[in-house]
Protein backbone atom coordinates (compact mmCIF):
# COMPACT_ATOMS: atom_id res chain seq x y z
CA UNK A 1 0.00 0.00 0.00
CA UNK A 2 1.63 3.36 -0.91
CA UNK A 3 1.72 6.82 1.06
CA UNK A 4 0.06 5.10 4.07
CA UNK A 5 2.38 3.11 6.17
CA UNK A 6 5.01 5.95 7.04
CA UNK A 7 2.14 8.38 8.39
CA UNK A 8 0.97 5.14 10.43
CA UNK A 9 4.35 4.61 12.13
CA UNK A 10 4.15 8.39 12.85
CA UNK A 11 1.05 8.07 14.31
CA UNK A 12 2.03 5.32 16.64
CA UNK A 13 5.36 7.28 17.95
CA UNK A 14 3.24 10.08 18.56
CA UNK A 15 0.86 8.21 20.70
CA UNK A 16 3.26 6.64 22.34
CA UNK A 17 4.05 10.34 23.49
CA UNK A 18 0.67 11.69 23.90
CA UNK A 19 -1.24 8.71 25.29
CA UNK A 20 -4.16 10.72 26.77
CA UNK A 21 -5.83 13.88 28.12
CA UNK A 22 -4.03 14.13 31.04
CA UNK A 23 -0.84 14.56 29.17
CA UNK A 24 -1.10 16.62 26.42
CA UNK A 25 1.83 18.42 24.36
CA UNK A 26 1.18 22.06 23.73
CA UNK A 27 3.48 23.78 21.47
CA UNK A 28 5.55 26.09 22.71
CA UNK A 29 4.09 29.62 21.16
CA UNK A 30 0.74 28.50 22.19
CA UNK A 31 1.45 29.39 26.17
CA UNK A 32 3.08 30.98 28.69
CA UNK A 33 4.70 28.71 31.17
CA UNK A 34 7.38 30.50 33.50
CA UNK A 35 11.10 28.91 33.68
CA UNK A 36 11.11 26.28 36.25
CA UNK A 37 7.08 26.20 36.66
CA UNK A 38 4.48 23.88 35.46
CA UNK A 39 1.45 26.73 36.19
CA UNK A 40 -0.61 28.21 32.97
CA UNK A 41 0.10 31.96 32.92
CA UNK A 42 -1.83 32.65 29.84
CA UNK A 43 -1.55 32.30 25.59
CA UNK A 44 1.75 34.09 24.11
CA UNK A 45 0.38 34.87 21.16
CA UNK A 46 -3.36 34.21 20.20
CA UNK A 47 -4.00 35.08 16.98
CA UNK A 48 -0.89 32.41 16.15
CA UNK A 49 -2.55 29.71 18.77
CA UNK A 50 -5.56 30.20 16.96
CA UNK A 51 -3.94 29.57 13.34
CA UNK A 52 -2.11 27.12 14.69
CA UNK A 53 -4.82 25.31 15.84
CA UNK A 54 -6.91 25.69 13.07
CA UNK A 55 -4.15 23.99 10.85
CA UNK A 56 -3.85 21.02 13.08
CA UNK A 57 -7.50 20.83 13.30
CA UNK A 58 -7.21 21.21 9.27
CA UNK A 59 -4.90 18.13 8.83
CA UNK A 60 -6.71 15.43 11.38
CA UNK A 61 -9.79 16.21 8.95
CA UNK A 62 -7.92 15.58 5.84
CA UNK A 63 -6.57 12.18 7.16
CA UNK A 64 -7.52 8.99 5.57
CA UNK A 65 -7.53 7.42 9.08
CA UNK A 66 -8.51 8.50 12.27
CA UNK A 67 -11.29 10.66 12.11
CA UNK A 68 -12.74 9.90 8.81
CA UNK A 69 -11.73 5.97 9.06
CA UNK A 70 -14.16 6.06 12.17
CA UNK A 71 -16.93 8.20 10.86
CA UNK A 72 -17.12 6.59 7.66
CA UNK A 73 -15.07 3.43 7.27
CA UNK A 74 -17.47 1.98 10.25
CA UNK A 75 -20.66 2.16 8.14
CA UNK A 76 -22.32 0.92 4.78
CA UNK A 77 -20.76 2.81 2.75
CA UNK A 78 -16.95 2.99 2.77
CA UNK A 79 -14.67 0.26 3.37
CA UNK A 80 -11.17 -0.74 2.78
CA UNK A 81 -10.18 -4.53 1.68
CA UNK A 82 -6.92 -5.92 1.75
CA UNK A 83 -5.17 -7.12 -1.89
CA UNK A 84 -2.72 -9.27 -1.03
CA UNK A 85 -0.70 -7.49 1.77
CA UNK A 86 -1.28 -4.09 0.57
CA UNK A 87 -4.10 -2.19 3.17
CA UNK A 88 -3.87 -5.01 5.90
CA UNK A 89 -2.42 -2.99 8.28
CA UNK A 90 -2.47 -5.52 11.12
CA UNK A 91 -6.72 -5.27 10.22
CA UNK A 92 -7.14 -1.75 11.44
CA UNK A 93 -9.53 -1.16 8.35
CA UNK A 94 -11.27 -4.44 7.84
CA UNK A 95 -12.06 -4.29 11.73
CA UNK A 96 -13.94 -1.26 11.57
CA UNK A 97 -15.78 -2.21 8.38
CA UNK A 98 -16.81 -5.13 10.32
CA UNK A 99 -17.40 -3.83 13.85
CA UNK A 100 -14.84 -5.79 15.82
CA UNK A 101 -12.91 -3.07 16.73
CA UNK A 102 -11.09 -3.13 20.39
CA UNK A 103 -10.22 -0.61 22.77
CA UNK A 104 -6.74 -0.59 21.48
CA UNK A 105 -7.51 0.46 18.15
CA UNK A 106 -4.55 2.63 16.88
CA UNK A 107 -7.32 5.19 14.98
CA UNK A 108 -9.26 5.38 18.26
CA UNK A 109 -6.73 6.25 20.26
CA UNK A 110 -5.32 8.66 17.72
CA UNK A 111 -8.40 10.10 17.43
CA UNK A 112 -9.57 10.81 21.17
CA UNK A 113 -5.98 12.08 22.05
CA UNK A 114 -6.20 14.32 18.96
CA UNK A 115 -9.79 15.54 19.59
CA UNK A 116 -9.24 16.24 23.22
CA UNK A 117 -5.61 18.07 22.47
CA UNK A 118 -7.85 20.38 20.65
CA UNK A 119 -10.15 21.21 23.41
CA UNK A 120 -7.38 21.93 25.64
CA UNK A 121 -6.01 23.94 23.38
CA UNK A 122 -8.96 26.14 22.64
CA UNK A 123 -9.95 26.23 26.27
CA UNK A 124 -6.22 27.75 26.87
CA UNK A 125 -6.80 29.91 24.37
CA UNK A 126 -9.78 31.37 26.20
CA UNK A 127 -8.27 31.69 29.76
CA UNK A 128 -8.87 35.20 31.18
CA UNK A 129 -5.02 34.99 31.32
CA UNK A 130 -5.00 34.86 27.34
CA UNK A 131 -7.00 37.82 26.98
CA UNK A 132 -9.09 36.75 23.87
CA UNK A 133 -10.52 39.70 21.95
CA UNK A 134 -14.51 39.08 20.80
CA UNK A 135 -13.70 37.45 17.93
CA UNK A 136 -10.87 35.08 18.57
CA UNK A 137 -13.21 33.95 21.66
CA UNK A 138 -15.30 33.42 19.39
CA UNK A 139 -13.08 31.26 16.66
CA UNK A 140 -11.85 29.83 19.92
CA UNK A 141 -15.04 28.59 21.64
CA UNK A 142 -16.75 27.40 17.44
CA UNK A 143 -13.05 25.13 17.31
CA UNK A 144 -13.39 23.84 20.94
CA UNK A 145 -16.98 23.08 20.45
CA UNK A 146 -16.51 21.50 16.87
CA UNK A 147 -13.71 18.96 18.83
CA UNK A 148 -15.98 18.68 21.93
CA UNK A 149 -18.91 17.11 19.55
CA UNK A 150 -17.06 14.57 18.16
CA UNK A 151 -15.43 13.37 21.17
CA UNK A 152 -19.16 12.86 22.88
CA UNK A 153 -20.34 11.42 19.67
CA UNK A 154 -17.54 8.92 19.19
CA UNK A 155 -17.10 8.24 22.70
CA UNK A 156 -20.31 9.17 25.08
CA UNK A 157 -18.26 11.35 27.08
CA UNK A 158 -15.79 14.66 27.21
CA UNK A 159 -12.95 14.43 29.76
CA UNK A 160 -12.46 18.43 30.08
CA UNK A 161 -9.40 20.29 32.03
CA UNK A 162 -8.84 23.52 33.04
CA UNK A 163 -5.87 25.48 31.46
CA UNK A 164 -4.86 26.45 35.17
CA UNK A 165 -5.23 22.76 36.55
CA UNK A 166 -2.13 21.57 37.88
CA UNK A 167 -0.91 18.39 36.08
CA UNK A 168 -1.24 15.89 38.80
CA UNK A 169 -4.85 17.07 38.42
CA UNK A 170 -7.18 14.56 36.65
CA UNK A 171 -9.26 16.09 34.04
CA UNK A 172 -13.21 15.88 34.71
CA UNK A 173 -15.26 14.11 32.64
CA UNK A 174 -18.39 15.46 31.16
CA UNK A 175 -21.54 13.29 31.40
CA UNK A 176 -23.34 13.15 27.57
CA UNK A 177 -25.66 15.71 28.70
CA UNK A 178 -22.77 17.98 30.54
CA UNK A 179 -21.02 17.72 27.34
CA UNK A 180 -24.33 18.58 25.32
CA UNK A 181 -24.99 21.88 27.02
CA UNK A 182 -21.28 22.74 26.84
CA UNK A 183 -21.19 22.49 23.23
CA UNK A 184 -24.43 24.36 22.79
CA UNK A 185 -23.59 27.33 25.33
CA UNK A 186 -19.85 27.29 23.39
CA UNK A 187 -21.65 27.38 19.86
CA UNK A 188 -23.90 30.38 20.74
CA UNK A 189 -22.07 32.41 22.75
CA UNK A 190 -19.60 32.42 19.86
CA UNK A 191 -22.33 33.38 17.04
CA UNK A 192 -22.82 37.08 17.56
CA UNK A 193 -18.90 37.41 17.52
CA UNK A 194 -18.31 35.57 13.98
CA UNK A 195 -18.05 37.42 10.76
CA UNK A 196 -21.14 36.68 8.74
CA UNK A 197 -19.23 35.63 5.14
CA UNK A 198 -22.29 34.48 3.22
CA UNK A 199 -21.49 32.57 -0.04
CA UNK A 200 -18.94 33.34 -2.46
CA UNK A 201 -15.54 32.89 -3.31
CA UNK A 202 -13.76 34.91 -0.05
CA UNK A 203 -11.51 32.27 0.84
CA UNK A 204 -10.57 33.16 4.49
CA UNK A 205 -14.23 34.03 5.29
CA UNK A 206 -14.80 30.07 4.61
CA UNK A 207 -12.14 28.49 5.64
CA UNK A 208 -12.47 29.88 9.28
CA UNK A 209 -15.80 29.79 11.39
CA UNK A 210 -18.38 32.49 10.23
CA UNK A 211 -21.77 32.80 11.68
CA UNK A 212 -23.30 30.32 9.35
CA UNK A 213 -20.84 27.80 10.49
CA UNK A 214 -22.22 28.15 14.18
CA UNK A 215 -25.59 28.08 12.86
CA UNK A 216 -24.62 24.46 11.14
CA UNK A 217 -23.42 23.08 14.05
CA UNK A 218 -25.52 23.65 16.12
CA UNK A 219 -28.45 22.61 14.05
CA UNK A 220 -26.37 19.33 13.88
CA UNK A 221 -25.62 19.49 17.38
CA UNK A 222 -29.38 19.51 18.77
CA UNK A 223 -30.77 17.71 15.89
CA UNK A 224 -28.74 14.53 17.15
CA UNK A 225 -29.79 15.50 21.26
CA UNK A 226 -31.69 12.69 21.97
CA UNK A 227 -28.65 10.77 22.21
CA UNK A 228 -26.65 12.90 24.74
CA UNK A 229 -29.48 13.88 26.67
CA UNK A 230 -32.46 11.32 26.09
CA UNK A 231 -35.25 14.20 25.68
CA UNK A 232 -36.85 14.65 22.43
CA UNK A 233 -34.49 16.93 20.14
CA UNK A 234 -35.90 21.02 20.11
CA UNK A 235 -36.85 20.58 15.75
CA UNK A 236 -38.09 24.08 15.56
CA UNK A 237 -34.74 25.55 16.56
CA UNK A 238 -33.03 23.22 14.00
CA UNK A 239 -35.26 24.88 11.72
CA UNK A 240 -34.88 27.77 12.47
CA UNK A 241 -30.79 27.63 12.08
CA UNK A 242 -31.39 26.48 9.12
CA UNK A 243 -33.26 29.54 8.27
CA UNK A 244 -30.76 31.84 9.28
CA UNK A 245 -28.70 30.24 6.71
CA UNK A 246 -30.61 30.47 4.41
CA UNK A 247 -31.02 34.46 5.08
CA UNK A 248 -27.74 35.01 4.49
CA UNK A 249 -28.35 33.92 0.90
CA UNK A 250 -26.62 29.68 1.23
CA UNK A 251 -28.68 27.98 -1.03
CA UNK A 252 -28.67 24.63 -3.33
CA UNK A 253 -26.79 24.76 -6.16
CA UNK A 254 -26.67 23.03 -9.79
CA UNK A 255 -23.52 21.10 -10.88
CA UNK A 256 -22.77 18.94 -8.12
CA UNK A 257 -19.08 18.05 -8.99
CA UNK A 258 -18.45 21.64 -9.22
CA UNK A 259 -19.04 22.44 -5.49
CA UNK A 260 -15.92 20.37 -4.91
CA UNK A 261 -13.75 22.32 -6.75
CA UNK A 262 -11.32 24.34 -5.04
CA UNK A 263 -11.82 27.89 -7.33
CA UNK A 264 -15.12 28.07 -8.23
CA UNK A 265 -17.52 30.13 -6.14
CA UNK A 266 -20.66 28.06 -5.00
CA UNK A 267 -23.45 29.14 -2.92
CA UNK A 268 -23.39 25.71 -0.91
CA UNK A 269 -19.50 26.04 1.27
CA UNK A 270 -20.18 27.40 4.51
CA UNK A 271 -16.51 25.99 5.84
CA UNK A 272 -14.27 24.09 4.32
CA UNK A 273 -10.81 22.85 5.76
CA UNK A 274 -7.63 24.09 4.14
CA UNK A 275 -6.50 20.35 4.14
CA UNK A 276 -5.31 18.39 0.94
CA UNK A 277 -7.82 16.32 -0.82
CA UNK A 278 -5.37 14.21 -1.82
CA UNK A 279 -6.68 11.52 0.44
CA UNK A 280 -9.91 11.21 -0.80
CA UNK A 281 -8.65 11.25 -4.55
CA UNK A 282 -5.89 8.68 -4.67
CA UNK A 283 -6.78 6.14 -1.98
CA UNK A 284 -8.91 4.81 -3.97
CA UNK A 285 -7.48 5.16 -7.79
CA UNK A 286 -5.75 2.34 -8.77
CA UNK A 287 -2.08 1.95 -9.08
CA UNK A 288 -1.84 2.82 -12.81
CA UNK A 289 -4.29 5.58 -12.51
CA UNK A 290 -2.32 9.04 -12.20
CA UNK A 291 -2.59 12.95 -13.13
CA UNK A 292 0.53 15.53 -13.63
CA UNK A 293 0.77 15.73 -10.28
CA UNK A 294 1.19 12.44 -9.10
CA UNK A 295 2.86 10.53 -11.79
CA UNK A 296 2.94 7.36 -9.02
CA UNK A 297 -0.26 6.36 -9.30
CA UNK A 298 -3.13 5.54 -6.61
CA UNK A 299 -3.21 3.70 -3.69
CA UNK A 300 -5.80 1.23 -4.83
CA UNK A 301 -7.97 1.00 -1.23
CA UNK A 302 -10.49 2.64 -0.41
CA UNK A 303 -14.15 1.29 -1.77
CA UNK A 304 -17.94 1.30 -1.81
CA UNK A 305 -20.46 -1.20 -1.37
CA UNK A 306 -22.36 -2.85 -4.15
CA UNK A 307 -25.82 -1.85 -2.67
CA UNK A 308 -24.35 1.68 -1.90
CA UNK A 309 -23.91 2.26 -5.68
CA UNK A 310 -27.13 0.68 -6.39
CA UNK A 311 -28.64 3.05 -3.88
CA UNK A 312 -27.95 5.67 -6.85
CA UNK A 313 -30.66 6.00 -9.80
CA UNK A 314 -29.53 4.63 -12.98
CA UNK A 315 -28.51 1.79 -14.92
CA UNK A 316 -25.85 -0.70 -13.95
CA UNK A 317 -23.60 1.33 -16.15
CA UNK A 318 -21.87 4.73 -15.23
CA UNK A 319 -21.14 5.54 -19.14
CA UNK A 320 -21.67 9.70 -19.40
CA UNK A 321 -25.01 10.38 -20.22
CA UNK A 322 -26.61 6.43 -19.50
CA UNK A 323 -29.63 7.70 -17.78
CA UNK A 324 -28.20 7.64 -14.11
CA UNK A 325 -28.46 10.63 -11.67
CA UNK A 326 -25.69 13.59 -11.65
CA UNK A 327 -24.43 12.34 -7.92
CA UNK A 328 -23.73 8.94 -9.02
CA UNK A 329 -21.52 10.63 -11.55
CA UNK A 330 -19.42 8.92 -15.05
CA UNK A 331 -16.54 7.05 -16.47
CA UNK A 332 -15.07 7.87 -19.56
CA UNK A 333 -14.39 5.29 -22.41
CA UNK A 334 -12.17 5.70 -25.20
CA UNK A 335 -14.27 8.35 -26.91
CA UNK A 336 -14.93 10.89 -24.12
CA UNK A 337 -11.12 10.54 -22.26
CA UNK A 338 -9.14 13.29 -22.78
CA UNK A 339 -6.46 15.67 -20.79
CA UNK A 340 -8.56 17.49 -18.98
CA UNK A 341 -10.37 14.40 -17.08
CA UNK A 342 -7.56 12.74 -17.42
CA UNK A 343 -9.52 9.26 -18.27
CA UNK A 344 -10.88 9.34 -14.89
CA UNK A 345 -14.66 9.86 -13.89
CA UNK A 346 -16.29 11.40 -11.13
CA UNK A 347 -18.47 9.78 -8.87
CA UNK A 348 -18.06 6.24 -8.68
CA UNK A 349 -15.45 4.34 -11.03
CA UNK A 350 -17.35 0.95 -12.01
CA UNK A 351 -15.90 -0.76 -15.31
CA UNK A 352 -12.74 -0.34 -17.66
CA UNK A 353 -10.84 2.12 -16.81
CA UNK A 354 -9.13 4.22 -19.51
CA UNK A 355 -6.10 6.73 -19.90
CA UNK A 356 -6.40 9.97 -20.96
CA UNK A 357 -5.66 8.92 -24.96
CA UNK A 358 -8.29 6.78 -24.72
CA UNK A 359 -6.53 3.42 -24.46
CA UNK A 360 -7.47 0.87 -22.08
CA UNK A 361 -5.76 0.73 -18.83
CA UNK A 362 -4.26 -2.31 -17.52
CA UNK A 363 -3.56 -3.60 -14.33
CA UNK A 364 0.32 -4.51 -13.05
CA UNK A 365 -0.18 -8.07 -14.51
CA UNK A 366 -1.15 -6.64 -17.88
CA UNK A 367 -4.98 -7.36 -17.86
CA UNK A 368 -7.56 -4.60 -18.59
CA UNK A 369 -8.31 -3.00 -15.44
CA UNK A 370 -11.96 -3.14 -15.27
CA UNK A 371 -13.19 -2.39 -11.41
CA UNK A 372 -15.99 -4.56 -10.47
CA UNK A 373 -18.95 -4.17 -8.24
CA UNK A 374 -18.23 -7.48 -5.39
CA UNK A 375 -15.34 -8.34 -3.76
CA UNK A 376 -14.66 -11.97 -1.89
CA UNK A 377 -14.48 -10.25 1.37
CA UNK A 378 -12.54 -8.07 3.41
CA UNK A 379 -9.67 -9.68 2.31
CA UNK A 380 -8.16 -11.98 -0.69
CA UNK A 381 -9.18 -8.94 -3.22
CA UNK A 382 -7.79 -9.05 -6.56
CA UNK A 383 -6.38 -5.50 -8.24
CA UNK A 384 -9.50 -4.66 -9.37
CA UNK A 385 -12.08 -5.41 -7.01
CA UNK A 386 -14.54 -3.05 -5.70
CA UNK A 387 -16.09 0.31 -6.73
CA UNK A 388 -14.09 3.65 -6.48
CA UNK A 389 -14.97 7.06 -5.12
CA UNK A 390 -14.07 10.01 -6.89
CA UNK A 391 -15.58 13.32 -5.63
CA UNK A 392 -12.80 15.61 -5.61
CA UNK A 393 -11.42 15.21 -9.33
CA UNK A 394 -7.53 15.24 -9.84
CA UNK A 395 -7.75 16.95 -13.41
CA UNK A 396 -9.73 20.00 -11.49
CA UNK A 397 -7.93 23.41 -10.69
CA UNK A 398 -5.79 23.35 -7.88
CA UNK A 399 -4.12 19.71 -8.74
CA UNK A 400 -5.03 16.86 -6.79
CA UNK A 401 -3.30 17.93 -3.90
CA UNK A 402 -5.20 21.31 -3.45
CA UNK A 403 -5.87 22.56 0.22
CA UNK A 404 -9.68 22.28 -0.43
CA UNK A 405 -12.23 19.91 1.89
CA UNK A 406 -15.86 20.73 2.86
CA UNK A 407 -17.13 20.10 5.67
CA UNK A 408 -20.11 22.00 6.51
CA UNK A 409 -22.57 22.64 3.45
CA UNK A 410 -26.00 24.13 2.32
CA UNK A 411 -27.29 20.59 1.13
CA UNK A 412 -26.58 19.25 4.47
CA UNK A 413 -28.46 21.85 5.99
CA UNK A 414 -31.17 21.60 3.72
CA UNK A 415 -31.88 17.97 4.69
CA UNK A 416 -31.38 18.55 8.30
CA UNK A 417 -34.56 21.03 7.90
CA UNK A 418 -36.43 18.69 6.34
CA UNK A 419 -35.60 15.93 8.87
CA UNK A 420 -36.80 18.05 11.23
CA UNK A 421 -40.30 19.29 9.95
CA UNK A 422 -41.16 15.60 9.50
CA UNK A 423 -40.27 15.24 12.87
CA UNK A 424 -42.50 17.76 13.96
CA UNK A 425 -45.36 15.66 11.54
CA UNK A 426 -44.74 18.40 8.60
CA UNK A 427 -44.18 17.22 5.12
CA UNK A 428 -40.19 16.71 4.12
CA UNK A 429 -41.29 15.85 0.80
CA UNK A 430 -40.79 18.58 -1.11
CA UNK A 431 -37.90 19.80 0.31
CA UNK A 432 -36.28 16.29 -0.64
CA UNK A 433 -37.89 16.09 -3.66
CA UNK A 434 -36.71 19.70 -4.74
CA UNK A 435 -32.99 18.58 -4.12
CA UNK A 436 -33.47 15.24 -5.77
CA UNK A 437 -34.77 17.26 -8.95
CA UNK A 438 -31.87 19.61 -8.85
CA UNK A 439 -29.51 16.80 -8.75
CA UNK A 440 -31.09 14.70 -11.83
CA UNK A 441 -32.78 12.31 -9.74
CA UNK A 442 -36.92 11.30 -9.95
CA UNK A 443 -39.24 13.09 -7.28
CA UNK A 444 -40.29 10.53 -4.72
CA UNK A 445 -44.12 10.55 -4.02
CA UNK A 446 -43.26 10.16 -0.31
CA UNK A 447 -40.78 10.37 1.93
CA UNK A 448 -39.64 7.86 4.90
CA UNK A 449 -37.19 7.59 7.44
CA UNK A 450 -35.26 5.47 5.05
CA UNK A 451 -35.90 7.52 2.07
CA UNK A 452 -34.34 10.44 4.16
CA UNK A 453 -31.56 8.29 5.47
CA UNK A 454 -30.94 6.93 2.36
CA UNK A 455 -30.43 10.81 0.23
CA UNK A 456 -28.12 12.05 2.99
CA UNK A 457 -26.17 8.77 2.17
CA UNK A 458 -26.42 10.04 -1.79
CA UNK A 459 -26.24 13.65 -1.37
CA UNK A 460 -23.56 13.09 1.05
CA UNK A 461 -20.98 10.62 0.77
CA UNK A 462 -17.46 10.36 2.17
CA UNK A 463 -17.94 13.87 3.54
CA UNK A 464 -17.99 12.76 7.35
CA UNK A 465 -21.17 12.51 8.56
CA UNK A 466 -22.33 9.13 7.14
CA UNK A 467 -22.05 7.07 11.20
CA UNK A 468 -23.24 10.12 12.97
CA UNK A 469 -26.60 9.96 10.24
CA UNK A 470 -27.03 6.44 11.01
CA UNK A 471 -26.83 6.31 14.33
CA UNK A 472 -29.79 9.10 14.58
CA UNK A 473 -31.57 6.88 12.28
CA UNK A 474 -31.02 3.49 14.14
CA UNK A 475 -29.20 1.77 11.09
CA UNK A 476 -25.90 2.04 12.53
CA UNK A 477 -25.86 -1.63 14.23
CA UNK A 478 -27.87 -2.69 11.20
CA UNK A 479 -26.89 -5.26 8.65
CA UNK A 480 -24.71 -4.99 5.66
CA UNK A 481 -21.78 -6.44 3.83
CA UNK A 482 -18.81 -8.06 5.32
CA UNK A 483 -20.08 -6.91 8.96
CA UNK A 484 -19.48 -9.23 11.57
CA UNK A 485 -22.64 -11.27 12.10
CA UNK A 486 -22.13 -11.11 15.75
CA UNK A 487 -22.00 -7.43 16.09
CA UNK A 488 -25.38 -6.98 14.23
CA UNK A 489 -28.14 -5.47 17.06
CA UNK A 490 -25.46 -5.04 19.53
CA UNK A 491 -25.44 -1.86 20.82
CA UNK A 492 -22.09 -1.82 22.01
CA UNK A 493 -21.02 -0.40 19.02
CA UNK A 494 -22.90 2.60 19.38
CA UNK A 495 -19.60 4.16 20.71
CA UNK A 496 -16.00 3.70 20.58
CA UNK A 497 -14.14 2.05 23.75
CA UNK A 498 -12.40 4.77 25.87
CA UNK A 499 -8.25 3.92 24.81
CA UNK A 500 -6.82 1.63 27.36
CA UNK A 501 -3.78 4.38 28.13
CA UNK A 502 -6.53 6.89 29.01
CA UNK A 503 -8.27 4.86 31.54
CA UNK A 504 -4.75 4.21 32.82
CA UNK A 505 -4.08 7.49 33.19
CA UNK A 506 -7.21 9.34 34.35
CA UNK A 507 -9.02 7.52 36.98
CA UNK A 508 -12.21 9.38 36.60
CA UNK A 509 -12.95 7.50 33.33
CA UNK A 510 -14.83 4.11 32.79
CA UNK A 511 -14.84 2.32 29.95
CA UNK A 512 -18.04 2.44 27.89
CA UNK A 513 -20.54 -1.13 27.78
CA UNK A 514 -19.39 -3.78 26.57
CA UNK A 515 -15.77 -3.24 26.08
Not at 79 to 98: K, Y
Not at 418 to 436: D, I, K, S
Amino acid sequence: MKNFMKPVLASAILSLLTVSCTDLAIEETDSIIAEGSTVFEGVADVDASITNLYNDTYGQLGDQGNFFALNEVSTDETLVPTRGTDWGDNGIWRTLHAHTWSPTHQFVLNTWNNLNQNVLRASQILDPLSAPNAEQDAQARFLRAFSMYFVLDLYGVAPFRQPTDAPDVNPSVLSASEAYNFIVNDLETALPNLPMAGPGPTEEGHSRANQAAAHFMLAKVMLNSERYTGSQPNYQAVVDHVDAIAAEGYALQAGYFDIFKQDVPDSETIWYAKAGVGNRIWNGLHYNQNSPDNSGGGWNGFTTLAEFYDSFEGPESNALDAGQEERRGWVPDAATANSENLGIGYGFLVGQQYDEDGSILKDRSGNPLIFTKDLPGLSGNGEATGIRIIKYHPGDDGGSFRSHEIVFRYADAHLMKAEAMMRMGGNATPMVNELRTLRGATPLGSVSDADLLAERGRELYVEFWRRNDMLRFGAFTGAWTYKNEASIGDDKWKLYPIPVNALLSNPNLVQNPGY
